[in-house]
């Protein structure tokens, strides 16, 4: 018999997104946070450069919003993008009364920072740690409330749907046990999906098992062919791929390719501050003509930069290099989904009584392409949205996107109603996913790619169906499995480059039939 815990409110995920709903939720009735491994896991401990908002004396929404959509390459949904950056100066202004620790200037004011894409310093940060410092501060304000409670190492492994809503949840406990967590609504904020390609900055949680849960249960997802990739990870063998913020390249870092040259100006008139999709293309362009690309801090002070990013000189310490005078070798890692389970503007999915924010979620804020910093603040201000809105029961509950846009069910396969599904190995997924769906794209690889995912994804659909009970280590190939096979196919289906999404055999941007977003459903 399974085991059942009740709460009004249900949050799956204790990032950036699902503490900020907990707080909005926490005077309206009980909520329990449900997170895959301990609190502090996932993706939103490990962002370094900051948080982008529009509070400098020479900034504006209006700026933020237009450097957001330049950045979003033509795809942003301009409303998702006047609420985000309308609301970011509030809501940050927010984390400053509960205690948030923002690095400051001589004047007492938030120091401001540059990254990529963005016209003035507008980046608050707290040190390189700035996600860290976050997370503290909504943890202590969500955990505060006596009707707040958290269950860690539950791993979510299916959806309870009842008619056409979502009822609550299967997750496995500490122990392996099946149990079901019921409410009212539920809110997935399980971050990204990093851990489908070989080379990632993304934590080891970061299985895309929202979208996944969201996918089989039968909500309707979007975008998924638009995946980041951060330009400089370090890439040293043997060692993760840490991240090197952008932080570092807005304080002065250079891009040099092996003969010591700067080239970024060659690629972008941005240089080194071009958009990230922008830098990544150059990196991988330039080390395939020269042989490798570094970062490099030599030139400035070197008691200023370990002083400005003592975590990641740490990262490097680890690696055996010096942040401050060493030769970086650095390269494109899978770093944020643009796409996810696609949501209106507070966070309501196709499904009735489940709702998604952050990185899990797609409004279509960013486009093609995210801005640097923004993950933070779309994490704040629509996990803050998503618990309003949870609260209210909606008189209707809108579809997220125009039905036009939803894409045929995929062909491929039958359903196996084999007695194990996902065979392919967790490695040679992410290998596959590298290889074909990377950086850059073609038909060919989209094509085999999805060849050898679709029987895998079909014997997870099955099992899924099927009822069938699952360990946490099969929910995690599950994950991959579901959400690389709908990556590879949405890559496939948008024949045009745009964003985080280059095809090498369609390499320009097409606004006559590809100026539109597009939802896959089952």
Same mark, same amino acid.
């Given at each position: 018999?399974?085991?059942?815990?009740?709460?009004?409110?249900?949050?799956?995920?204790?990032?950036?997104?699902?503490?900020? %709903?907990?707080?909005?939720? %926490?005077?309206?009735?009980?909520?329990?946070? +449900?997170?895959?491994?301990?609190?502090?896991?996932?993706?939103?401990?490990?962002?370094?450069?900051?948080?982008?908002?529009?509070?400098?004396?020479?900034?504006?929404?209006?700026?933020?919003?237009?450097?957001?959509? *330049?950045?979003?390459?033509?795809?942003?949904?301009?409303?998702? #993008?006047?609420?985000?950056?309308?609301?970011?100066?509030?809501?940050?202004?927010?984390?400053?009364?509960?205690?948030?620790?923002?690095?400051?200037?001589?004047?007492?004011?938030?120091?401001?920072?540059?990254?990529?894409?963005?016209?003035?310093?507008?980046?608050?940060?707290?040190?390189?740690?700035?996600?860290?410092?976050?997370?503290? #501060?909504?943890?202590?304000?969500?955990?505060?409330?006596?009707?707040?409670?958290?269950?860690?190492?539950?791993?979510?492994?299916?959806?309870?749907?009842?008619?056409?809503?979502?009822?609550?949840?299967?997750? /496995?406990?500490?122990?392996?046990? /099946?149990?079901?967590?019921?409410?009212?609504?539920?809110?997935?904020?399980?971050?990204?999906?990093?851990?489908?390609?070989?080379?990632?900055?993304?934590?080891?949680?970061?299985?895309?098992?929202?979208?996944?849960?969201?996918?089989?249960?039968?909500?309707?997802?979007?975008? +998924?062919?638009?995946?980041?990739?951060?330009?400089?990870?370090?890439?040293?063998?043997?060692?993760?791929?840490?991240?090197?913020?952008?932080? +570092?390249?807005?304080?002065?870092?250079?891009?040099?390719?092996?003969?010591? $040259?700067?080239?970024?100006?060659?690629?972008?008139?941005?240089?080194?501050?071009?958009?990230?999709?922008?830098?990544?293309?150059?990196?991988?362009?330039?080390?395939?003509?020269?042989?490798?690309?570094?970062?490099?801090?030599?030139?400035?002070?070197?008691?200023?930069?370990?002083?400005?990013?003592?975590?990641?000189?740490?990262?490097?310490?680890?690696?055996?290099?010096?942040?401050?005078?060493?030769?970086?070798?650095?390269?494109? *890692?899978?770093?944020?989904?643009?796409?996810?389970?696609?949501?209106?503007?507070?966070?309501?999915?196709?499904?009735?009584?489940?709702?998604?924010?952050? $990185?899990?979620?797609?409004?279509?804020?960013?486009?093609?392409?995210?801005?640097?910093?923004?993950?933070?603040?779309?994490? /704040?201000?629509?996990?803050?949205?998503?618990?309003?809105?949870?609260?209210?029961?909606?008189?209707?509950?809108?579809?997220?996107?125009?039905?036009?846009?939803?894409? @045929? @069910?995929?062909?491929?396969?039958?359903?196996?109603?084999?007695?194990?599904?996902?065979?392919?190995? $967790?490695?040679?997924?992410?290998?596959?996913?590298?290889?074909?769906?990377?950086?850059?794209?073609?038909?060919?690889?989209?094509?085999?790619?999805?060849?050898?995912?679709?029987?895998?994804?079909?014997?997870?659909?099955?099992? #899924?169906?099927?009822?069938?009970?699952?360990?946490?280590?099969?929910?995690?190939? %599950?994950?991959?499995?579901?959400?690389?096979?709908?990556?590879?196919?949405?890559? +496939?289906?948008?024949?045009?480059?745009?964003?985080?999404? *280059?095809?090498?055999?369609?390499?320009?941007?097409?606004?006559?039939?590809?100026?539109?977003?597009?939802?896959?459903?089952?």
């Amino acid at each position: 018999m399974i085991a059942r815990v009740s709460a009004d409110f249900l949050i799956i995920g204790s990032g950036i997104a699902g503490l900020r %709903a907990a707080v909005a939720l %926490a005077p309206h009735g009980r909520v329990l946070i +449900l997170t895959k491994s301990n609190p502090q896991a996932g993706s939103t401990g490990y962002a370094q450069g900051g948080i982008a908002a529009a509070i400098g004396p020479d900034d504006s929404v209006a700026r933020h919003a237009a450097d957001t959509i *330049a950045a979003g390459d033509g795809l942003c949904d301009e409303a998702a #993008v006047r609420v985000l950056v309308g609301d970011g100066p509030r809501f940050v202004h927010e984390l400053i009364e509960w205690g948030a620790a923002f690095d400051r200037g001589a004047d007492g004011a938030p120091d401001l920072a540059r990254e990529g894409a963005h016209s003035v310093r507008r980046v608050l940060h707290a040190h390189d740690a700035t996600g860290r410092e976050l997370g503290r #501060v909504l943890a202590a304000r969500a955990t505060a409330a006596a009707s707040v409670s958290v269950i860690d190492h539950a791993t979510v492994v299916q959806l309870v749907v009842e008619g056409d809503a979502v009822a609550g949840v299967r997750f /496995l406990d500490r122990a392996g046990d /099946l149990v079901e967590a019921r409410a009212t609504a539920t809110l997935l904020a399980t971050g990204g999906a990093g851990q489908v390609y070989r080379d990632t900055t993304n934590p080891e949680v970061a299985t895309g098992d929202g979208i996944a849960l969201a996918y089989l249960a039968g909500a309707r997802v979007a975008d +998924l062919e638009f995946v980041q990739f951060h330009p400089t990870a370090l890439i040293v063998p043997g060692q993760p791929r840490y991240l090197l913020s952008e932080a +570092l390249r807005g304080e002065g870092a250079r891009l040099i390719n092996a003969a010591g $040259e700067p080239f970024m100006s060659r690629y972008d008139p941005q240089g080194d501050l071009a958009s990230r999709d922008r830098v990544a293309r150059a990196i991988v362009a330039e080390t395939a003509r020269t042989g490798g690309v570094f970062l490099t801090l030599a030139h400035l002070p070197a008691a200023d930069v370990r002083a400005r990013f003592p975590v990641i000189a740490g990262l490097c310490r680890r690696a055996g290099l010096d942040l401050a005078t060493d030769r970086l070798p650095v390269g494109p *890692a899978a770093h944020y989904f643009m796409g996810g389970v696609a949501t209106d503007l507070d966070g309501r999915t196709s499904l009735r009584g489940l709702y998604a924010a952050g $990185e899990v979620a797609c409004t279509g804020v960013h486009g093609a392409n995210r801005l640097a910093s923004n993950s933070l603040l779309e994490g /704040l201000v629509f996990g803050g949205r998503a618990g309003e809105a949870m609260h209210h029961a909606p008189a209707s509950w809108p579809a997220p996107v125009s039905p036009a846009l939803v894409a @045929p @069910p995929p062909t491929g396969a039958p359903l196996s109603q084999a007695d194990t599904f996902a065979s392919g190995d $967790e490695a040679g997924i992410r290998d596959l996913m590298w290889r074909r769906a990377g950086v850059f794209r073609d038909r060919a690889g989209l094509t085999a790619a999805v060849e050898q995912l679709t029987a895998h994804c079909a014997q997870v659909e099955a099992a #899924v169906d099927a009822g069938r009970a699952l360990t946490a280590s099969s929910w995690r190939v %599950a994950s991959l499995v579901t959400v690389a096979g709908l990556v590879a196919r949405a890559a +496939l289906r948008r024949e045009e480059s745009r964003g985080g999404h *280059a095809r090498t055999d369609f390499p320009d941007r097409d606004d006559l039939h590809w100026k539109h977003r597009v939802q896959d459903g089952r």
